[in-house]
């Protein structure tokens, strides 16, 4: 199988400046990776997702670095912004199943 | 933009009660899934679907069933309806394979069982 987990359950930041957030998995066959936004009421959004193939990988103000070392991956938010708060989480895949872990809640302080 | 949509955002039972829970999705989406999500734990899959009448269980199925008569519906069902079943229940579809990334949520249930 494989647990996710985040590494902190809230992050709080300033407007404007830049947001990491954490993710590590236990699987070494993990092979496949995204980040979900879900705000407020709302269903989980895809954000970025990245193969166990590639190292970073860049978005619209989002990179997500994957170490597969170390089992660690990461979301970095650029500049952000106040509709940025939200939980942030992971999912790994590995076979034929994603993984979820429990969530960072961001919140940005203007 | 996909849509999947949950006919209630809000929803409270008594123990013992059947409880449907509906998710329509409008992109002609193959697969289907739903979810509950609890604090402390990622989200779980309870079950899915990859075409009509067809359903797999996911990781936590005991005390749920699924039917999925039309491809965009997609149906939980808990027959006798437990205190452990409070939870956050999250619709999902996707067009390419149970595998891939494309997974688009609902807004999702949150259910209470008093």
């Known amino acids: 199988g494989e647990s996710v987990g985040l590494h902190l359950p809230t992050l709080s930041v300033q407007e404007g400046d830049n947001s990491i957030i954490n993710c590590a998995y236990s699987?070494?066959?993990?092979?496949?990776f995204i980040w979900y936004k879900q705000e407020s009421g709302k269903g989980p959004q895809f954000i970025i997702d990245?193969?166990?193939?590639?190292d970073k990988r860049q978005g619209q103000r989002v990179t997500v670095l994957l170490n597969k070392t170390v089992k660690h991956l990461s979301l970095q938010i650029a500049a952000t912004q106040p509709g940025d708060s939200a939980v942030y989480f992971c999912?790994?895949?590995?076979?034929?199943?994603?993984?979820f872990g429990t969530g960072t809640s961001l919140t940005v302080i203007p | 933009d996909v849509k999947v949509t949950q006919s209630s955002r809000y929803l409270v039972k008594r123990t013992g009660e059947k409880v449907f829970l509906e998710c329509v999705q409008d992109?002609?989406?193959?697969?289907m899934f739903w979810y509950r999500q609890d604090p402390g734990l990622g989200l779980r899959l309870i079950y899915f679907?990859?075409?009509?009448?067809?359903?797999e269980k996911g990781d936590i199925p005991e005390g749920y069933s699924v039917s999925r008569e039309k491809k965009e519906r997609f149906s939980l069902i808990l027959e006798s309806a437990s205190t452990n079943q409070t939870s956050m229940y999250l619709c999902?579809?996707?067009?390419?394979?149970?595998?891939?990334?494309?997974?688009?949520f609902g807004p999702g249930t949150r259910l209470t069982v008093l």
């Open positions: 999902a579809s996707s067009l390419l394979s149970k595998l891939a990334g494309d997974r688009y």
């Open positions: 699987n070494s066959a993990s092979d496949y």
């Open positions: 990245i193969r166990s193939n590639m």
């Open positions: 999912a790994a895949n590995t076979g034929n199943q994603f993984y």
């Open positions: 992109m002609d989406h193959e697969n």
């Open positions: 679907s990859y075409d009509v009448k067809m359903k």
